[in-house]
């Protein structure tokens, strides 16, 4: 009796193992994406904090490269996941928006954008989309963060993007 019970137990632990690591997750905090270089008066990053220079306004744009986890195929993700703190005012944003750029066109096409809301909180805002959106044998994809401000009265720090 205590033989097969152990079987069953041991079935469920290898089971559970599988499954969890068949689940992949891309992450990145937002001072490792590449700056683009209209931004690169106006940014600051400190503990993977992406963020506005001091006395800077106007924008902060980052890039961040999506590799695929998986040797092969691709991930079933269905969520862009982004951390940020706004304040709130006019002109005032932090966004992650994901990409995909077919592997033969210059032709980025967006796939979801998260909105930080403008409370002055540290929040996380997220978007989905279709779990068979990724196909690395056919496109490359990339999350862009954005940040604005019209004032240096207004607070804006990007944290991190996760995709799951």
């Known amino acids: 009796m205590r033989k097969p019970l152990f ?3 041991l079935g469920f632990v290898f089971l559970a193992i599988a ?3 068949s689940a992949q ?4 905090v937002a001072s490792s994406g590449a700056i683009e270089d209209n931004s690169a008066a106006t940014y600051g990053t400190s503990n993977g904090a992406l963020f506005f220079r001091s006395g800077a306004t106007g924008n902060v744009n980052a890039i961040y490269n999506v590799t695929d986890p998986k040797d092969s195929g691709s991930p079933s993700w ?8 706004t304040g709130g005012g006019l002109g005032v944003f932090a966004t992650a928006s994901l990409y995909r750029q ?5 032709t980025a096409i967006a796939i979801c954008s998260a909105l930080a ?3 002055g909180a540290l929040s996380t805002s997220t978007c989905t989309f279709s779990s068979s959106t990724f196909d690395f044998a056919n496109n490359y994809y990339f999350v862009r963060v954005s940040l604005g401000r019209t004032s240096t009265a207004q607070s804006q720090t990007a944290w991190g993007v996760q995709i799951y």
């Open 19 to 21: 499954s969890s690591a």
């Open 25 to 28: 997750v891309w992450t990145a």
């Open 117 to 119: 809301p403008a409370t």
């Open 102 to 106: 077919p592997r033969f066109s210059g």
């Open 7 to 9: 079987r069953a137990l």
């Open 78 to 85: 269905t969520t862009l996941e982004f951390v940020a703190k």
